[in-house]
């Protein structure tokens, strides 16, 4: 509503017919509101003015810093500007009072500020106020007067489009080696409040609309039809020119919005350049493109890729000018049917997005376009950067999906990308929406757009390979899916380069696991020896993943080298050399697990041994999720026979504090013979084990001295509510206790030195003498 009511003030200050009175009047009302605290400013922020509705045409880069410092303009100062414009300028008068207004012929030699070459008239005036000026003519009735107005001031903005070509050329060669260019337009006319392009484009359209009945009809889905327009040659009173209001309308919206203009500050005014943006962009949409109008945008497309600094898709641009991603795309969609080159090398030249890369250093030309990505520090000024990304992403989306087939224009784009998307996440979906498209379900896959899409994945990967990004696993396995789809090299391929693509976690249980399993070789249909070359490459980076990573991959590299005895074992022989320093008992645990799943139980037992020097089971440490691991290899040792658990008692005596873990095995071990359970044909006596003999003894007395010890440390803290849990504690230890010779006797003795030691808990000691006498 703001952005509408700025246009709306002006035009009612500007009325041609607005009497001294009348405009004093609204003056005073309109200081009035503009000084009071809560009225909008005009850009939303307190950020830097912009220039005052009055300032001329022709801004130079030479202007004072002064002209952004002014006084706080609110939405109704560009309203109270214009109370100082009036309509008494004897040559606006005979513009807008015929269409037959022409400079005399003698005088069309020289130069003229009233006049261009051809004899039609020029308004020189600041360009958004020449509009308002045609806007309130609109407004108040005068559309003869407004449209005689508007082709005055395109007159004046091709001539001024001439000239800056002409500067251009002399400045040429030195701004191309500058790579570096300054902007002459201190605000543009694209999200302008007084929305200079669309008045005048709405101004030059309405001349040519048909109000034909069926144009007003309300569809079923509740939208409107699209205007339809007509040719209405232009009214002039020199030689007759061809042109059309229509095509006019077309230009002068081409101009607009490829001038090259600095991003605005504050997140309203730069959002509000997208919006303004996308409105004329859906108008120009509306217009059905004829020869004519074709005509008139090769011709405009042509002088913006020619216009220097002056546009925004000239050669060089300022670090800090508005993206033309939006407008480029409209204008490649629109030119692709007719003049496919053209569409093309304009689409290409706008998918800068120059404020988020840094140049070479001033001097150095000889690469002037490599470019070096500064995304981690994201420009914080930019508060609309998503969108302008958003946008230079769909872009590139619609010149590749235009480019399927075709080798040449692929790469082009493809090159375009690389260079100037820094978001990964784009890249990714850029990537996705090649696959898409590549690979439709009615028909066969197109082997240029996914090889595309393959590169552009690649790249994925390498930008997120060191930074953290939270889609990373979704984009490794979709990756894998595109080489897939590729075919066999290309999976070999990043097999051989996985280093520069993965981690050596993903590249082992996701890349590597996914291209052997049964899947992927149904899928591409493999023969035996490409079968092999694939296994082979698997095994080597699975070996190579180990050896960097032995923590994570140890156990993957396993698995993936089963079926080949020397990755194997050279897998195995990995896993020993780091089991002394670079991993946790967990991982060792896990992997001799999967021996003795694999049928390699004394491999298993080794690296259970190797896991238990790791370990740590204090006292209270009861609940211990290792104390599974550990049963399970005093199990494991058990069954192989008496060598095997006599070789792992001692660490589990060293590594296990806790003692009802301790009596667990304990009873376990003494429940059958070791190596009942073992090796098929291994010779065993079958006798049980003597828990007053070695190697059980040793285990005994540690899980003795344990229930001691835990006993001391429980009774210093002990509260009356765990009292009762604490003698059913001592039963059990009293179990263990009677399994030595004499253990009837230590036990007794036990209980006495608590009686005498704890004597102060009388009703603890109570529960004892009750208990055990």
């Known amino acids: 509503l703001l952005f509408k009511s700025w246009a709306l003030w002006v035009c009612v200050v500007l009325n041609p017919h607005c009497k001294l009175e009348e405009k004093s009047c609204w003056l005073r009302q309109l200081r009035k509101w503009g000084e009071m605290d809560v009225c909008p400013l005009e850009d939303g922020n307190y950020g830097n003015e912009l220039p005052n509705i009055t300032n001329a045409l022709t801004q130079s880069s030479s202007h004072n810093q002064d002209s952004l410092a002014r006084p706080r303009r609110t ?16 040559h606006l008068q005979r513009i807008i009072s015929s269409d037959f207004y022409v400079s005399p012929s003698y005088q069309r030699e020289g130069e003229s500020l009233l006049f261009n070459s051809q004899g039609q008239p020029l308004w020189l005036e600041h360009v958004p106020t020449a509009c308002a000026r045609v806007d309130a003519l609109r407004s108040h009735g005068y559309p003869r007067e407004a449209l005689r107005l508007t082709v005055a001031i395109i007159n004046t903005l091709r001539l001024q489009q001439q000239r800056q070509l002409e500067i251009y050329k002399h400045q040429k060669k030195e701004l191309l080696q500058r790579g570096a260019t300054t902007i002459t337009n201190l605000e543009g006319w694209v999200g302008h409040p007084l929305n200079p392009i669309g008045c005048l484009f709405l101004t030059l359209t309405e001349a040519c609309r048909l109000e034909e009945e069926n144009c007003l009809e309300i569809s079923d889905t509740g939208d409107s039809k699209p205007p339809v327009y007509q040719h209405v040659p232009v009214a002039t009173g020199s030689q007759d020119s061809g042109e059309s209001y229509l095509s006019l309308a077309l230009e002068v919206a081409l101009m607009g919005m490829g001038q090259q203009r600095v991003m605005p500050e ?20 509306d217009l059905e ?21 002056f546009s925004g898709l000239g050669e060089v641009i300022h670090r800090e000018s508005v993206p033309m991603h939006t407008f480029a795309k409209y ?37 002037p376009h490599h470019l070096v990505s500064v995304v981690p520090s994201r420009y914080p000024r930019w508060f609309t950067l998503g969108h302008l990304e958003s946008q ?9 999906t235009a480019a399927k087939g075709d080798m040449l224009r692929l790469r082009t784009v493809l090159e375009a990308i690389q260079k100037n998307i820094h978001s990964s996440s784009l890249i990714f979906k850029l990537a996705q929406d090649a696959f898409k498209i590549a690979t439709p379900a009615d028909s066969n896959s197109d082997t240029t757009l996914l090889n595309v899409a393959l590169e552009l994945g690649l790249q994925v990967m390498r930008m997120t390979l060191s930074t953290l990004n939270w889609r990373r696993r979704e984009m490794v396995r979709w990756l894998v899916t595109c080489a897939t789809e590729v075919g066999v090299r290309a999976l070999v391929s990043i097999l051989q380069s996985w280093y520069s693509l993965f981690t050596p976690t993903e590249a082992t249980s996701i890349v590597a696991a996914t291209v052997m399993s049964h899947n992927t070789i149904l899928r591409l249909s493999l023969d035996y020896p490409q079968r092999e070359e694939l296994a082979s490459c698997a095994r080597t980076l699975a070996l190579q993943c180990a050896m960097k990573d032995p923590q994570n991959c140890a156990l993957s590299a396993l698995t993936l080298c089963e079926k080949d005895h020397i990755a194997f074992e050279t897998a195995y022989q990995i896993v020993i050399d780091a089991a002394s320093t670079g991993m946790t008992y967990t991982q060792l645990f896990t992997i001799a697990r999967y021996m003795e799943h694999r049928g390699y139980p004394l491999r298993a037992f080794k690296l259970a041994s190797l896991a238990m020097t790791h370990l740590n089971l204090a006292y209270n440490q009861d609940t211990h999720p290792a104390i599974n691991d550990v049963l399970w290899a005093c199990a494991l040792s058990h069954s192989l026979g008496k060598n095997e658990l006599a070789a792992i008692i001692p660490l589990v005596v060293k590594s ?23 090796i098929p044909g291994r010779r065993n006596s079958g006798k049980l084990m003597s828990t007053d003999k070695a190697p059980l003894r040793q285990l005994l007395d540690a899980t003795i001295s344990a229930y001691i010890n835990t006993t001391h440390s429980r009774l210093t803290h002990i509260s009356p509510r765990h009292y009762g849990e604490f003698i059913e504690f001592l039963s059990k230890a009293r179990e263990t206790f009677l399994l030595a010779q004499d253990g009837h006797i230590q036990f007794a003795q036990f209980i006495d030195n608590l009686k005498q030691i704890y004597k102060g808990k009388k009703k603890l000691m109570l529960l004892v003498r009750e208990r055990f006498g």
């Open 289 to 309: 493109l004829d020869p004519v109008l074709v005509q008139t945008l090769r011709k405009q497309c042509i002088l913006l890729l020619e216009g220097g600094p």
């Open 331 to 367: 204008l490649f969609s629109a030119l692709l049917p007719h003049d496919a080159d053209l569409a093309y090398k304009l689409a290409l030249r706008a998918m800068r997005l120059p404020v988020l890369e840094t140049t070479a250093p001033s001097g150095d030309v000889s690469h």
């Open 656 to 678: 296990v504090h806790c003692a009802t873990v301790l009596s667990d095995i304990l009873r376990r071990c003494t429940m059958t013979a070791p190596g009942l359970a073992g």
């Open 392 to 400: 230079q992403c769909e872009l590139a989306s619609t010149m590749l």
């Open 266 to 285: 504050g997140l309203y005014a730069q959002d509000k350049v997208c919006r303004n943006e996308e409105q004329i962009i859906a108008r120009l949409q």
């Open 75 to 90: 939405v109704f100062t560009r309203a109270i500007e214009g109370c100082d414009l009036h309509w008494q300028d004897s």
